[in-house]
């Protein structure tokens, strides 16, 4: 009889493009996946339990996170670059308040508030991962051309907070890693707008971005925990 344990992992926006791919892939790979999202799911699985929530605040996910058990890691997509009242700022005249609230609140805040929920939930005494989708351009050192002010200025936040809690929880949990990543341009919604300059052969697939995403996870070491990564592995400068 096989006693080894199914691994479980917890993908938070499921509906998007990265996110609705990485559910696809766990499954392919034999993985038993929890699945949030504002929406409902198409997707159907044994292994597969799809929780639709109201939206991502605490008080929102408060159900969902209590009947999280046996998890192995978790993997939120949560981002956003424009939507129906905003594109990214192309010069700080074009700099709002609504904006930049609007750009932290699901890039930087929900984030880290979703971490200190599901701390809990992840093993103290084996290993066990937090990958939260970042951006190259929220590097500070990496940033040559300037603009979309918002989205930069939360990703790097995002990493800032990330860093920090990984370096608090190195203490109660010896094999927890937790990274930013960025996931290469993929062809979602989220880049729509922006892929007409775009040589084809940088635009990737979101199954594409979803393995490569997933062969960066399969990898993680604890020393790794903190980090910036491409989704080739590497690290990237903050
Ligand atoms: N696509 C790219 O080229 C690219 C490049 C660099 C970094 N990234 C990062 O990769 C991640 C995934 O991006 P994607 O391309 O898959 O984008 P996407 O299709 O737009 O998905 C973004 C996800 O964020 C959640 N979200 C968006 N707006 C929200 C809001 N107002 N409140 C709560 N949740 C919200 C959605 O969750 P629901 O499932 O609940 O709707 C959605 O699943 C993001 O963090 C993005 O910044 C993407």
Redesign the pocket.
């Known amino acids: 009889m096989n006693t080894e344990k199914q691994s479980h992992v917890l993908i938070?926006?499921?509906?998007?493009?990265?996110?609705?791919a990485l559910v696809e892939y766990y499954l392919t790979v034999g993985w038993r996946v929890t699945a949030?999202?504002?929406?409902r799911l198409s997707i159907t699985h044994d292994a597969l339990s799809c929780v639709q929530?109201q939206?991502?605040h605490p008080e929102q996910v408060a159900d969902a996170v209590a009947s999280l058990a046996d998890l192995s890691g978790v993997i939120?997509?949560?981002?956003?670059?424009h939507?129906a009242e905003f594109m990214p700022e192309k010069h700080l005249g074009a700099v709002n308040a609504e904006q930049l609230e609007?750009s932290f609140?699901?890039?930087t805040i929900?984030p880290i508030l979703l971490l200190q929920q599901l701390v809990p939930k992840l093993p103290r005494k084996a290993p066990a991962f937090w990958l939260?989708?970042?951006?190259?351009?929220g590097s500070i050192t990496d940033n040559y051309l300037g603009g979309w002010y918002s989205?930069r200025a939360s990703?790097a936040a995002l990493n800032m907070l990330l860093k920090t809690a990984a370096i608090e929880l190195a203490r109660s949990h010896k094999q927890l890693v937790i990274a930013a990543m960025?996931?290469?341009?993929?062809?979602?919604?989220?880049?729509k707008p922006f892929q007409d300059r775009l040589p084809a052969d940088k635009l990737y697939s979101?199954a594409q971005?979803a393995a490569r995403i997933a062969a960066v996870v399969e990898k993680l070491a604890t020393g790794d925990s903190g980090k910036l990564l491409h989704w080739d592995g590497t690290e990237l400068p903050y």
Do not use: E, F, M
């Not at 938070?12 to 609705?20: D, E, M, P, R, Y």
């Open positions: 938070i926006g499921a509906s998007g493009g990265v996110g609705q949030w999202s504002r929406s929530v939206g991502y939120s997509t949560l981002g956003v670059l939507n609007a609140q699901v890039n929900l939260q989708l970042s951006a190259k351009v989205y990703k960025h996931p290469g341009t993929t062809d979602t919604g989220l880049s979101p971005s």
